[in-house]
């Protein structure tokens, strides 16, 4: 422990968004990337960003991207120094992060024994009442059966949340409200479970009445040093999966902040925490005697990483390679604060007025828009395929200002122009959203999408931004004026040139 690793070669273990990201933090930290890719991503941007690219099998995910051995193969192969596994997929497997221990390669991310203490959702828990951090009331059933788990629910008493030990995303959780209700979800709750995580270990939690999700995000190196950097809200979410964003939260007031930074720094002390991770919890009120209770721990980097960057001035992914290589924290607490708002909208291909079903298809037109203080991650490009094996992510939009409604607005702004053809995406949803009455005045919570959708499932038409951009294409997906501003260029990869426009001139832009 302790001793500077340096890395001269990543290999970035996982695909779309999220690894053009990190290739990008490469390229300006003068460091190597590898990308890796299945059957159905050869041609896929982050392919296409990376200074290496390997095969790492067929398209199913569960033989490529969720391969451990696949991973590491791919390391060797390409003499890797280090293995960032993004979010999602393997970041937060124990195995993945042993298997590079055990090859001498850094991982970028915490030891495999806290991924596994902090995986299970029970021995979180545990591990966070110990080190006097409040969770919400809830009880682990000894007895794993279906009836087991009915008893400790009414012991419990209802409301309450079943939710799946080694889970995260909503998957395997349930509200029951009554006994009835309870007996048909537990079944159901285990089986999504087990087919996620490959454990159907279920736990309850009492059900809280409308709160907020606030999380904190933490940094920590390998001496001992831990630090926050503030929260994100991240209460607008359907079905358990965050949709919209912001930092900071419009309804913490200073000294609730600091109980709920304290008490993120103190989990991350308890578990011995090394790397980026975040602190997820509940709040119930909002004045000075808001409660808020630990929810879990994501031993990773986040979706949504963004608004903290903007809003704080620190790079995470940057942070990130430092602290795997060795080095010490740069900052002291004190040296943080909060500058302006952020606000994260993700584009997703797929059709809410079907609920929500993901989508497939070319992309014929893709049109980022360039506004100042608006930043998209991406990880497509006009003519790439969105295929049905993966998460439907598109990009990620996030928009900064001075405040808070300016922030709103200008996402608002720079959504309506975003022309996207070829598949739905769910940006004419996200504008109502960023538009409702309650939104704008700061009033939501985690069910507020799920009981103002109606209101918030827009009528099938066609944004006024992708009229004009189809308008002026020349009938092959790329108008002239955009097809000769991008330079042509050809990159080996392994003995295969891959030929498209200019990778970089398409990612997304910082506006701070």
């Not at 999602?88 to 055990?102: D, K, M, T, V, Y």
């Not at 902090?118 to 966070?128: A, D, V």
């Not at 990009?395 to 808070?404: F, I, M």
């Not at 002026?472 to 030929?499: V, Y």
Request: aromatic share 6%; hydrophobic share 45%; proline share 6%.
């Amino acid at each position: 422990m302790g001793a500077l690793k340096p890395i001269r070669r990543l290999l970035i273990a996982n695909r779309g968004e999220i690894a053009v990201r990190i290739a990008r933090a490469c390229r300006e930290m003068e460091i190597e990337s590898v990308a890796v890719y299945s059957d159905a991503d050869a041609d896929a941007l982050h392919v296409r960003v990376a200074d290496r690219a390997v095969r790492i099998g067929p398209a199913p995910a569960a033989e490529s991207y969720l391969s451990v051995e696949a991973i590491l193969s791919a390391a060797r192969q390409t003499r890797a120094d280090a293995v960032h596994p993004g979010y999602g997929f393997l970041s937060e497997r124990a195995p993945l992060a042993l298997g590079c221990e055990e090859a001498g390669l850094a991982f970028v991310g915490p030891p495999a024994t806290v991924i596994e203490r902090l995986g299970s959702k029970i021995e979180s828990r545990r591990l966070m009442e110990a080190a006097g951090v409040p969770i919400v009331p809830g009880l682990t059933p000894a007895d794993q059966t279906d009836n087991g788990v009915l008893s400790a629910a009414q012991s419990l008493g209802y409301p309450v949340l079943i939710k799946a030990s080694a889970g995260g995303g909503g998957k395997g959780m349930r509200a029951a409200h009554d006994e009835i209700q309870a007996r048909e979800l537990i079944g159901a709750a285990r089986r999504e479970a087990a087919a996620a995580f490959g454990d159907g270990t279920l736990y309850l939690e009492r059900l809280l009445d409308r709160p907020r999700h606030i999380e904190i995000q933490i940094l920590a190196d390998e001496h001992g040093h831990v630090v926050h950097l503030f929260e994100r809200e991240c209460s607008l979410q359907r079905r358990h999966q965050k949709v919209i964003e912001e930092s900071p939260s419009s309804i913490l007031t200073d000294a609730v902040r600091a109980r709920m930074g304290e008490a993120a720094v103190t989990a991350a002390r308890a578990a011995g925490y090394v790397n980026a991770g975040t602190l997820e919890f509940l709040l119930e009120g909002t004045d000075q005697e808001a409660r808020f209770y630990f929810l879990e721990m994501n031993t990773r980097l986040q979706v949504e990483h963004p608004v903290t960057e903007l809003v704080t001035g620190v790079d995470l992914v940057h942070a990130q390679l430092a602290v795997a290589a060795g080095e010490r924290l740069a900052w002291t607490q004190s040296d943080f604060s909060q500058r302006g708002h952020a606000v994260e909208c993700r584009i997703y291909a797929e059709d809410p007025s079907t609920g929500f079903l993901p989508q497939a298809g070319r992309v014929l037109l893709y049109r980022e828009p360039r506004f100042p203080g608006v930043r998209v991650d991406s990880g497509i490009t006009e003519g790439d395929v969105v295929g049905i094996n993966y998460d439907p992510l598109l990009a990620k939009l996030v928009a900064y200002a001075p405040t808070r409604r300016q922030a709103l607005a200008r996402a608002a702004a720079a959504l309506r122009e975003f022309p996207i053809l070829g598949l739905r995406t769910n940006i004419p949803f996200l504008l109502r959203l960023l538009e409702h009455p309650a939104v704008l005045a700061g009033e939501v919570h985690t069910a507020f999408i799920d009981v103002s959708l109606p209101a918030l499932i827009p009528p099938p038409t066609i944004p006024a931004a992708v009229v004009a951009a189809a308008a002026a294409t020349d009938g092959h997906g790329a108008s002239e004026e955009h097809g000769a501003t991008e330079k042509q260029s050809a990159t080996e990869k392994h003995g295969r040139t891959l030929t498209r426009a200019d990778p970089w001139s398409t990612l997304g832009r910082w506006g701070r």
